[in-house]
């Protein structure tokens, strides 16, 4: 069985480019999100890392680290980076896990237990290391999305993911469809109208099971 929705993620000791730590202990208090990649130096992950480094700021608002992962080693990780802030045009100041031994990508069930990296390797063998992973100060899974190699991943979709997140868990609310912040929520169906009245104030009842209320600024 893979990780799935509200696992406790795996407090693997990962080896990266910043240097060594538990996963757990790096993740602390705040929100985390891992970016997967298959190998250093490919065209697409090159551009992603890169937009993951020119929204420093924005993870940073929203109290969430973030950390790659590739399989490959920490002195390639080094000279990638340069690559990537030449992309990307800002600091890759995040950690990179090294992880030619596929102990990350094995326990994320990104590659089955029995992969193994063939020398002459490319990118395809392990193709499937394409995953975001949004995770909690509790350490549980909150999301998880997997991309192919020919299409890059949306970091405003990420970044609106994050947010809904957040914003469920600390109102007690859920997000509708293209929700961003601001944007109407939706009152989970186990709050009773008169909960709902003395928690949130008005809301608007479109079917008996979808109540849409406003949250303010």
């Not at 390639?76 to 100041?93: F, L, R, S, T, Y």
Request: glycine share 10%; hydrophobic share 40%; with cysteine.
């Amino acid at each position: 069985m893979g990780l799935r929705i509200n696992d406790t993620i795996p407090n693997l000791t990962v080896e990266t480019d910043l240097g060594s730590f538990d996963l757990h202990d790096w993740i602390g208090d705040s929100w985390a999100i891992l970016f997967s990649h298959p190998k250093d130096f490919t065209p697409v992950c090159t551009t992603e890392f890169g937009a993951v480094a020119q929204l420093a700021g924005e993870w940073e608002k929203r109290g969430t680290k973030v950390i790659g992962v590739s399989v490959d080693g920490v002195e390639d990780h080094k000279k990638w980076k340069g690559d990537i802030e030449k992309v990307g045009g800002a600091n890759p100041g995040f950690p990179i896990i090294a992880d030619d031994g596929l102990e990350v990508s094995k326990a994320f069930d990104m590659l089955p237990a029995e992969a193994y990296m063939p020398d002459g390797r490319t990118p395809n063998d392990s193709a499937t290391v394409r995953s975001v992973f949004i995770i909690g100060p509790d350490k549980q899974l909150k999301l998880s999305m997997t991309y192919p190699m020919n299409v890059g991943r949306n970091f405003a979709e990420v970044l609106r993911a994050l947010d809904g997140l957040q914003t469920a868990a600390g109102k007690g609310v859920a997000t509708p469809a293209n929700w961003n912040v601001g944007d109407d929520v939706v009152i989970p169906a186990a709050v009773s109208d008169a909960d709902a009245k003395e928690k949130f104030g008005e809301f608007e009842t479109v079917l008996p099971y979808l109540r849409m209320t406003n949250l303010g600024s």
